[in-house]
């Protein structure tokens, strides 16, 4: 856990990258998911925020 944090803090590619599909996983599930209607209103944003998030941080060193 400690190596993904410091990962985080020195801008490091694969922490970023996994922080990245976490988002898009999770927008992915809120789109899905039928009970919570606000979970689905914001699952688009956080799908996009995480694609873009990931498109930058490919550009990361490893």
Same mark, same amino acid.
Request: charged share 5%.
């Given at each position: +856990?400690?190596?993904?944090?410091?990962? @985080?803090?020195? !801008?490091?590619?694969?922490?970023?990258?996994? %922080?990245?599909?976490?988002?898009?996983?999770?927008?992915?599930? +809120?789109?899905?998911?039928?009970?919570? @209607?606000?979970? !689905?209103?914001?699952?688009?944003?956080?799908? %996009?925020?995480?694609?873009?998030?990931?498109?930058?941080?490919?550009?990361?060193?490893?």
């Amino acid at each position: +856990m400690t190596n993904f944090i410091n990962g @985080l803090l020195h !801008f490091k590619r694969g922490s970023w990258e996994m %922080l990245a599909s976490v988002l898009i996983a999770l927008g992915v599930f +809120m789109l899905m998911q039928p009970f919570v @209607l606000s979970l !689905f209103t914001y699952s688009f944003i956080i799908t %996009l925020v995480g694609t873009v998030m990931f498109i930058i941080v490919s550009h990361f060193p490893e």
